[in-house]
């Protein structure tokens, strides 16, 4: 059997000061990690409204991750703490209404810590991937089978431009 | 309209009939907010008096089965104004004032409730045996212990039947923003209609603003023209907000919303 | 839609006995699809039956109206590629539909819809292919309910001409008139109904019905309406009502509706989905100014549109009286009392 193994896509939201800082000093002391997070860097982990969550889940995301700063270390003060309020209801919630457990991640992760982000980033998309790709709160256009490949073989065109890779840059 | 079935009156409407129009002829109040007999059988509805003889029309019965402190943000412009709060409805209006869509002054709370529960605030209470229960708590734990999958199951079949009217959004005095997120179109969160996966966004995204304001009024499912079940999507966030911060919305006045603070010790352990 | 309303007289009313339902249903299910009210618990809707499913006729109406089968509250339009522009319809097929059950009201409904979708210079293809495969079969009320007050607009609960078959119960059978030859094709084989039968059902028309709220003089409301539109009274009748959109969601008439395009990484839909003029986008401009700010203008619009646009639109009045909206209403507000109150302060 020489099936392709599912890739799943997570979207990581990243507070600017230290969890985005994190994964940029993975990248700079050449950490590797699994290309499947796309960075969303956000001014603090409190500013990740539960909405964005679901609309990345709902656009398609296999997994969601959201990380902050270590608690009294919020460049903010206190933003983290709010947030450790707010997902804690959200994550329990969507639990609840039957979303598997790990669709959704939370953590810390301070400026210095560039191994431990390449080590939790392996590990949630390992989780991720053993929870095959996401279905239950993903909103499908059901776009027929053409339109698709056209959209596809053009994206692929376009994909012929010189991009930049490494961490962050977004192709599947 | 038919004529009504004449009935005994009971205390405690009594009472509240002699207040509100009371509180009207003496000009304490400019409007009282109250249940009447609505138009279909086992019906009651909104009345606003605003003259003392209009008192009459006053009841208070199981069949009242709207929060009534939805109003106030809109009436208390036009004067001071008495409402007939049910036990939880008080709770909503905690969190009205605490959130300053009104003030404690605009305000006279006739609140009925059970012998020996008084509300956490009132201008005046009558005691009523009108017993407004549910059984939200226990049908939560009995979902709680049922399998993730057979949960989803419960949840997808409630969202089928959600028609987006936003009758929920509009019975609930919490929600009260001038735009809410389902109506803004740069960006659109949500799209219109009753696609499945934007209607189950819709309903989290609101549990989720009601989150530690909710006074359990029920006023959200007994709007509902499906009969989706969202008392007990309020119900678990409510729960847990229990049990993960020891808050209860809109019983202690001082007592600021859940999501609008936070103790050093919170529980992490959900957290890498 | 059907080929000809014009009723044939040679076509003959039939009889189908209440027990044979279920089989005459199985049958028209042979030869697409049938939509009736099926139970959802504490109400009906209309839904597609299947194969041995019953059908529920304990309710006066379903709860939503039938305009849900012609005019769906998702309808794809089309899909599109942003880049180049191309769009690709996928029409569904065309099968044949039947809608069983469907009461004089919401037969009231299809009309008015059928003249706004169908008629003029622009014609919904969307609408009319839904509506053109589609046979309508009607149901009679033997009872109003508490919140019907069809008898304001001459609705005959026991007579549906524009359907293509009407049932009435009478006794232990249905009686049914036939209006179409479509129609006549689906019951050919049914016994003919006899004299015995006929008496029976005038009986059942000559007995009086029984309405909660008596009929208000219309004309004198719509004569005057558009007169009232700085009326005070919109603040006061209007005072209760939430802004939600249940009732124009319900009603058999209302016909609002928003397109709007949904787009994933370059390829996608263009949808219309219901509206409704009690929500507050609903005449928001781009300025940000809202002619309708708040609810009494809103009401005042749904009023005048139902009662005298639409009767200068499309010549007739876009209220059914099946009273859903009443009953859907959180805070029940009652268009009947409405009416009453427009009728009592009518400037002659």
Redesign the interface.
């Known amino acids: 059997m020489s099936e392709q193994e599912f890739e799943p896509k997570i979207v990581a939201f990243l507070c600017n000061w230290c969890s985005y800082a994190g994964a940029d000093l993975a990248g700079i002391s050449r950490y590797q990690y699994p290309p499947n997070v796309r960075v969303i860097r956000v001014p603090c982990s409190g500013r990740v409204d539960p909405l964005y969550i679901l609309k990345a889940l709902q656009n398609g995301a296999d997994g969601v991750l959201v990380s902050g700063c270590h608690p009294g270390d919020c460049h903010y003060l206190e933003g983290n703490y709010f947030a450790r309020r707010k997902f804690a209801v959200l994550k329990s919630l969507l639990e609840f209404l039957g979303l598997e457990e790990g669709r959704v991640q939370f953590s810390w992760v301070s400026a210095a810590e560039g191994e431990r982000f390449s080590e939790l980033i392996q590990e949630v998309t390992e989780s991720v991937r053993k929870l095959g790709p996401a279905s239950k709160l993903v909103k499908t256009l059901n776009i027929p089978e053409e339109l698709l490949r056209e959209a596809m073989e053009i994206e692929a065109g376009l994909q012929k431009e010189p991009v930049c890779s490494g961490p962050g840059s977004d192709h599947s | 309209?038919?004529k009504a079935v004449k009935r005994e009156m009971n205390d405690w409407e009594k009472e509240l009939r002699r207040v509100a129009a009371d509180l009207l002829s003496s000009g304490k109040v400019a409007v009282v907010l109250g249940y009447g007999r609505?138009?279909?059988?086992g019906?009651?509805?909104?009345v606003?008096l605003t003259k003392a003889e209009e008192a009459e029309a006053l009841i208070y019965n199981e069949q009242c089965r709207?929060n009534l402190t939805?109003?106030l943000p809109r009436l208390v412009a036009k004067g001071k104004v008495a409402v007939v709060c049910r036990p939880d409805d008080v709770r909503s209006l905690v969190g009205l004032i605490q959130e300053k869509q009104i003030e404690r002054e605009q305000v006279h709370v006739i609140a009925l409730a059970p012998e020996g529960s008084p509300p956490p605030l009132y201008d005046t209470l009558i005691k009523t045996e009108v017993t407004l229960e549910n059984q939200n708590q226990e049908r939560l734990e009995a979902?709680?212990k049922k399998t993730?999958?057979?949960?989803?199951?419960?949840?997808?079949g409630e969202m089928a039947?959600c028609?987006?009217?936003?009758?929920c959004?509009?019975?609930c005095p919490m929600c009260y923003c001038s735009?809410c997120?389902v109506?803004r179109?740069v960006p659109?969160?949500v799209?219109?209609?009753?696609?499945r996966?934007?209607t189950?966004?819709f309903h989290?995204?609101r549990?989720?603003h009601a989150?530690g304001r909710c006074g359990e009024c029920g006023?959200c499912a007994?709007?509902c023209?499906?009969?989706v079940d969202l008392a007990l999507?309020n119900q678990?966030?409510n729960s847990?907000?229990l049990r993960?911060?020891a808050h209860k919305a809109g019983v202690d006045p001082q007592a600021p919303p859940?999501?609008a603070t936070?103790?050093?010790k919170?529980?992490?352990d959900?957290?890498? | 839609m059907t080929e000809s309303r014009i009723v044939l007289m040679t076509m003959k009313d039939r009889i189908l006995p209440k027990a044979d339902l279920p089989r005459f249903l199985d049958k028209l299910l042979e030869g697409g699809r049938v939509i009736t009210p099926v139970d959802q618990g504490d109400f009906s809707l209309y839904r597609p039956l299947a194969k041995g499913e019953q059908v529920c006729l304990d309710y006066i109406r379903p709860a939503c109206s039938a305009k849900e089968v012609f005019f769906p509250q998702n309808e794809t339009l089309f899909y599109f590629l942003e880049r180049t522009q191309k769009g690709l319809e996928h029409p569904e097929a065309n099968e044949r539909t039947v809608v069983f059950g469907v009461p004089a009201c919401d037969l009231r409904g299809i009309e008015a819809q059928d003249r706004l979708f169908e008629s003029g210079a622009f014609q919904d293809s969307y609408y009319m292919k839904r509506r053109r495969s589609a046979l309508l079969i009607g149901l009679g009320c033997l009872e109003p309910g508490a919140s019907c007050f069809c008898h304001y607009f001459d609705i005959d609960r026991l007579a549906g001409p524009s359907a293509d078959l009407f049932f009435v119960p009478v006794g232990e059978s249905f009686y049914i008139s036939v209006h179409t030859a479509e129609g006549e094709r689906l019951v050919g084989d049914l016994p003919v109904a006899t004299e015995d039968h006929r008496a029976a059902l005038e009986q059942l028309r000559a007995r009086p019905a029984k309405f909660s709220t008596e009929k208000v003089p219309l004309d004198s409301i719509v004569r005057g309406l558009k007169e009232r539109f700085e009326d005070p009274l919109w603040e006061a009748v209007a005072a209760k009502c939430l802004g939600c959109a249940a009732c124009t969601f319900v009603c058999p008439t209302c016909h609002c509706f928003d397109i709007t395009d949904e787009t994933l990484r370059g390829v996608g839909r263009r949808v219309r989905t219901w509206d409704s003029c009690a929500l507050p986008k609903f005449t928001l401009h781009a300025s940000g100014h809202n002619p309708r700010m708040a609810t009494p203008q809103r009401m005042r619009q749904r009023i005048l549109h139902k009662f005298s646009y639409y009767e200068d639109n499309q010549g007739m009045i876009s209220c059914t009286g099946c009273g859903r909206c009443i009953e859907v209403c959180p805070v029940n507000m009652d268009i009947r009392e409405i009416l009453a109150e427009l009728a009592a302060t009518a400037v002659e």
């Not at chain 2, 028609?163 to 009758?167: L, M, N, S, V």
């Not at chain 2, 799209?191 to 696609?195: F, H, M, P, Y």
């Open positions: 309209m038919k609505g138009t279909l059988p019906r009651a509805r909104p606003f709207n939805v109003y979902l709680a993730p999958e057979e949960r989803w199951q419960w949840f997808e039947k028609i987006r009217c936003y009758a959004r509009n019975a735009e997120f109506e179109s659109r969160w799209g219109e209609g009753a696609d996966s934007d189950m966004i989290i995204v549990a989720m989150a006023a007994e709007a023209p499906m009969g999507i678990k966030i847990d907000l993960l911060f859940a999501l936070f103790d050093p919170d529980d992490n959900f957290i890498k």
